[in-house]
């Protein structure tokens, strides 16, 4: 279970360092026709959210085993 966990944080920041990508290439690009810059930017910062969420209900719940404290 942890394992599928991982993966799923991990395509997640994949996905997000994609938008990142294609936010660049619109902004070089400037194409009246294609979604603006701040469309995909939206997107990464949306999922960068999603990913803390995650991380934070996970380490609560048990799922994520964090370090235990030095005292």
């Known amino acids: 279970m942890?394992?599928?966990?991982k993966l799923i944080i991990v395509a997640l920041l994949?996905?997000?360092?994609f938008n990142l990508f294609r936010a660049l290439f619109v902004m070089l690009r400037n194409d009246?026709?294609?979604p603006p810059m701040t469309h995909y930017l939206g997107k990464r910062v949306g999922i960068a959210a999603?990913?803390?969420l995650v991380?934070?209900?996970?380490?609560y719940?048990?799922?994520l085993p964090l370090n235990?404290?030095?005292y």
């Open 2 to 5: 942890l394992a599928i966990f």
């Open 14 to 17: 994949l996905y997000m360092v």
């Open 61 to 63: 719940s048990g799922l």
């Open 32 to 34: 009246p026709n294609k």
């Open 50 to 52: 999603l990913v803390l």
């Open 55 to 59: 991380l934070i209900i996970a380490a």
């Open 68 to 70: 235990p404290r030095p």
